[in-house]
């Protein structure tokens, strides 16, 4: 980590104002020359002017902020420039900071890998800022924030330590199991059964995260031309499907993600399932039915009422299209199906508050405010963790009991980054921004 790091950390748009974020040991000698002064006072916005270091040539007079090591996001010396917004400026700047020779552009969530190399936070508050920046709705946001202040590290540090002091006992046990005074490991059964109906406890939340940040996936599904198409970009109020009169128009799923009463709703549209022998088409189909598997909510469109199944699965909704036309089916099919139009956007109102009572019904349960909610990635190392503690509950050598636990606190390690810092984090923060 020898290199100073910098990047934006406002994002590439036009804006009034644009902060550059710059990391490591560099720091005070880059701020001193790109500023021509002593460096200001730390932690208190001050303005000055920058120039380029070779020419002197003015940049920008702006705002910043020095931070001393350990004082900062990252704990090491930092600098965070507030400079205007305009492309050319902080391209400008770019080109200043690159003219150092120990500077270089920041990787994909750098800065917060380097936050928990130096201890400054871990990796479940890391992922749970990124969630933050990355949210849409108002329960991803409470979401994010929740978890970063009541988050898994909390019992997480408190599971590692129970664990490290039961492998202790262990291997107290084994050196000195000639003498009378040590410790029984079997006093330690009791305290892992309670650690293991803790992360269980925790585990029965774990689809609540993907449900809130990827929303609930409803997949559309029925004949050519049922009007699959036309009621996607309704609900979108956009034409991101191609619609057209011509059977198997649509070939490819088409993805679309609409916020409706602060839930996130992704919405897909999908090839008709027929029987073909066209290549392109089989292969949208193949998709098609992948997707199906997958699904939170189907919604089997049909254009007639001869074409509504009889068997269907669970979550599966029968949608009757084209009301429009046959107006006299809303009495007779409206408790067998939503009936909607695409043309004239009646009943679509009501299929999107049928989809958010589901999502209600699904997240009631959950009182984020008293349960910790995990990601998929800290989900599967809880499994691991929990596996190995029953393992270790279940056995009698004590040589086999303390290497469960072993690989018990490697799996709780790996949650909060203590550990394969390299491997885990490099491909965590593939999906970070840059800036941070």
Known sequence: ???????????????????????????????????????PKERVLTLRNFYFPRTKKIIDRCLVVWMACPRSYTGEDSIEIHSHGGEAVFRSFFQALTSFPKLRYAEQGEFSKRAIINGKTDLVQAEAINDLINSQTEKQRELAISQYNKGLSVPVKRWRKEIINCMALIEANIDFSDENDTPDNLNIKKELTKLKIEIKDILKNKDYHELVNEGIRVVFKGRPNAGKSSIFNSILKKQKAIVSKIPGTTRDIIEGKINFNGNAITFYDTAGIVSTDDYVEKEGIRRTKKLLKEADIILNIAENEKFLPSNYKKNEWLILNKIDINKKLKKKLKNRAILVSAKTGVGLQNLLDKISDEIIKRTKKVNTKKNIIVNLRQANELKEAEKNIKK?????????????????????????????????????????????
Not at 9 to 38: F, M
Request: glycine content about 8%; overall charge negative; proline content about 0%.
């Open 1 to 39: 980590m020898q290199n100073t790091i910098f990047a934006l950390a406002s994002g590439n748009d036009i804006s009034a104002l644009s902060v550059i974020r710059i990391s490591g040991k560099e720091c005070k000698k880059v701020l001193k020359e790109l500023t021509l002064k002593k460096l």
């Open 392 to 436: 270790a509950i279940q056995e009698t050598s004590e040589e086999i009991i303390g290497e469960h636990l072993r690989e018990a606190n490697r799996s709780l390690e790996r949650i909060i980054g203590n550990i394969d810092i390299e491997e885990v984090l490099g491909n965590i923060f593939s999906s970070f921004c840059i800036g941070k």
